[in-house]
């Protein structure tokens, strides 16, 4: 399957401090998604990405669609105790012959524990 | 606007038995997604299905795991018979295009 390599992989931040993390990939994505999941739950959509070099925000967080269609990053300003849990990227694959169906791969995720 | 429904939220059978999750997708989703998600890994994708129809099931274990969408809307997907490396949340997630929502999970331990 496909490989995106999430980093880092833990992160010790306390608050009121920025964050910022990354996701690689060797595959070219049409679709990136950032998650946040928090324990005992489902991941839940923070952002999404459709076009090479977009620039998002939402609210505190703000991600981007790499030039290259093979990475993105997420980033965290003045970070607050709730932001406490674990982030994932997930990139898109489109499914053959130009299907609107595809794929969704995940990274495995980087902890965020946020000190008060 | 409701989200994913699951159930059970959690379960706990010992090996070689067998046990079956349902979901509810969001209301005019057509595409449904059953994920494993081991500890500490992100989620991986079992079975995706269009309608009633399956579209991808190259990562599920035939030969113990099934998964249907009859009408269009509810999924089952059923393990039998279980193993001790299926202990994970099993993730139902429904999507109208390419942002994908997920239900609270079902947290399976095999023992």
């Given at each position: 399957?496909?490989?995106?390599?999430?980093?880092?992989?833990?992160?010790?931040?306390?608050?009121?401090?920025?964050?910022?993390?990354?996701?690689?990939?060797?595959?070219?994505?049409?679709t990136?998604?950032?998650?946040?999941?928090?324990?005992?739950?489902?991941?839940?959509?923070?952002?999404a990405?459709?076009?090479?070099?977009?620039?998002?925000?939402?609210?505190?967080?703000?991600?981007?669609?790499g030039?290259?269609?093979?990475?993105?990053?997420?980033?965290?300003?003045?970070?607050?105790p709730?932001?406490?849990?674990?982030?994932f990227?997930?990139?898109?694959?489109?499914?053959?012959?130009?299907?609107?169906?595809?794929?969704?791969?995940?990274?495995?995720?980087t902890?965020?524990?946020v000190?008060? | 606007?409701?989200?994913?429904?699951?159930?059970?939220?959690?379960?706990?059978?010992?090996?070689?038995?067998?046990?079956a999750?349902?979901?509810?997708?969001?209301s005019?989703?057509?595409?449904?997604?059953?994920?494993q998600?081991?500890?500490?890994?992100?989620?991986?994708?079992?079975?995706?299905?269009q309608?009633?129809?399956?579209v991808?099931?190259?990562?599920?274990?035939?030969?113990?795991?099934?998964?249907?969408?009859l009408?269009?809307?509810d999924?089952?997907?059923k393990?039998?018979?279980?193993?001790?490396?299926?202990?994970?949340v099993?993730?139902?997630?429904?999507?109208?295009?390419?942002?994908?929502?997920?239900?609270?999970?079902?947290?399976?331990?095999?023992?």
């Amino acid at each position: 399957g496909q490989q995106l390599n999430q980093s880092p992989q833990s992160m010790f931040i306390q608050e009121g401090e920025d964050v910022s993390m990354n996701c690689t990939s060797s595959s070219i994505f049409n679709t990136w998604l950032w998650y946040k999941q928090d324990p005992g739950e489902g991941p839940v959509l923070l952002i999404a990405l459709y076009k090479a070099g977009e620039l998002t925000s939402n609210g505190r967080l703000t991600a981007q669609f790499g030039i290259t269609r093979k990475d993105s990053f997420l980033n965290i300003s003045a970070s607050i105790p709730s932001d406490v849990g674990i982030y994932f990227c997930a990139g898109h694959l489109p499914g053959d012959r130009g299907s609107t169906l595809g794929r969704l791969y995940f990274g495995r995720g980087t902890q965020l524990t946020v000190w008060p | 606007e409701a989200g994913v429904a699951q159930s059970p939220r959690y379960k706990i059978i010992e090996k070689r038995q067998s046990v079956a999750f349902w979901c509810n997708p969001i209301s005019g989703h057509a595409t449904l997604y059953w994920y494993q998600q081991i500890l500490g890994q992100g989620p991986k994708l079992l079975i995706q299905f269009q309608n009633n129809g399956v579209v991808d099931d190259s990562q599920l274990p035939k030969d113990r795991f099934s998964a249907e969408r009859l009408k269009g809307v509810d999924s089952t997907l059923k393990i039998q018979p279980a193993k001790l490396e299926d202990s994970a949340v099993y993730l139902c997630a429904s999507s109208f295009l390419y942002e994908q929502y997920f239900g609270p999970g079902t947290r399976l331990t095999v023992t």
